[in-house]
């Protein structure tokens, strides 16, 4: 949406967005400020599930990852999809925690479910032969974990612990 002063808004008060590898917020305040001779909007978020954080990041940020939160429908087909993605862990260490890092970064729901199916039948072969997964791979697991649940509870109107049960009933 095109302000009067020629700043462009993509998002609303009231919108629920993915911030970077953060988590959903909802933005629930627009404010100019004067900061130096400069004059910005600011979208003021706060974490939906988490602490009482509130995060200010500027309107006209294009680095900035945010996006909003997917559709039901979207969060529907993303959840049927996992049973047919393609995984492939990759034996390097260095090159599969920048390939971790990088789809966790992408902010994109199915990169994050594609992502977590792949470190979780990892795991689930090194648990059958006794051993463990590297930690960096488990912390990278923990936060898209974290991000997908979050985003996909947003999407489906669920709390975050109700979204594996319900993503395992519609993929069994």
Partial sequence: MIMGNG????????????????GVYKIIDIRKEIIGEAENDYYILKPVFDNNLTVKI??????????KVISREDAM????????????????????SLYFRAAL??????EWAKLLKTIYLE?????????????????????????????LAVA?????DEVVPFIIRHVS
């Fill in 7 to 22: 700043v462009y808004r993509m998002f609303e008060i009231n919108d629920y967005v993915v911030y970077s590898t953060m």
């Fill in 58 to 67: 500027p309107v006209n940020n294009p680095n900035i990852p945010i996006r």
């Fill in 77 to 96: 087909s993303i959840i049927k999809s996992m049973t047919k993605q393609k995984t492939a862990w990759i034996d390097d260490n260095k090159e599969r």
């Fill in 105 to 110: 970064k992408s902010c994109e729901c199915s």
């Fill in 123 to 151: 795991k689930q072969e090194k648990t059958a032969a006794g051993k463990k997964l590297m930690k960096q791979d488990e912390d990278i697991m923990k936060s898209a974990e974290k991000n997908l649940c979050e985003e």
């Fill in 156 to 160: 489906l109107d669920l709390s975050p």
